[in-house]
């Protein structure tokens, strides 16, 4: 079973829709969930950052964690085409070195 | 100048060529991550620098050999490659739980 898993799309959303993007991990040990945002020929850039279970809100991205599940979502509101890039879940353990991420969600908006 | 700086972007090479990959980070961390991404598949931890030393090698073959001579600069040396090493390179410093990602080095290997 691969430790983190996600779909790697692609999804194609008409702009304003509300995009949900998700992962599924394997180890109940991991403790920090990020979400990265990949545009083409660029390399990964932090987006959210969040340790507990429950939401984090910072504009129009909502990241939320489910320990209980070991799901993690990103929700976009009011996406637009800009946001159209790939999107990365990792997951990291404190006093290690090691982040492990998913394949990434490669997402469309269209105008 | 970005926090990471990669060199170069792009780099075509032969199976017999010996070339180097360079990273440079800005941020004063002290960790140094080499990440190969290829399509479709997640990213691949290769080498983790903490202070100038090797503290992860994650079973990458011997024709890839990192090099970090400061917590600055990190290296990655590349000898006698094959053609399913074609990939993005990415070079990551490590600061505050966060890792910081340079923009990449994409490799073609014939």
């Known amino acids: 079973q691969k430790e983190v898993e996600q779909d790697p799309g692609p999804l194609s959303v008409p702009e304003g829709a509300i995009v949900s993007l998700n992962c599924t991990y394997s180890?109940?040990?991991?403790?920090?969930f990020m979400w990265y945002r990949q545009y083409s020929r660029k390399g990964p850039e932090l987006l959210m950052y969040t340790y507990s279970s429950g939401n984090k809100e910072d504009g129009r991205f909502t990241a939320q964690v489910d320990k209980s599940s070991k799901y993690i979502s990103l929700f976009i509101r009011d996406s637009q085409p800009s946001d159209s890039a790939t999107y990365l879940c990792?997951?990291?353990?404190?006093?290690?070195?090691?982040?492990?991420f998913g394949t990434g969600t490669r997402l469309k908006v269209l105008a | 100048e970005t926090g990471v700086t990669q060199t170069p972007r792009h780099l075509v090479m032969g199976m017999t060529n010996k070339k180097s990959l360079k990273c440079e980070q800005h941020?004063?961390?002290?960790?140094m991550y080499w990440y190969k991404q290829s399509a479709k598949k997640p990213l691949e931890l290769m080498f983790v620098?903490?202070?100038?030393?090797?503290?992860e090698n994650n079973s990458v073959p011997s024709r890839f050999s990192p090099e970090c001579p400061n917590s600055s600069h990190l290296f990655l040396h590349l000898h006698t490659l094959q053609p399913e090493d074609s990939a993005l390179y990415l070079c990551?410093?490590?600061?505050?739980?966060?890792?910081?990602f340079g923009e990449g080095s994409r490799l073609t290997v014939l």
């Open positions: 180890n109940s040990a991991f403790q920090y």
């Open positions: 990792a997951i990291h353990t404190s006093g290690t070195y090691k982040y492990i």
């Open positions: 620098y903490s202070l100038e030393e090797r503290v």
């Open positions: 990551a410093s490590k600061g505050g739980g966060e890792l910081f």
């Open positions: 941020l004063g961390h002290n960790a």
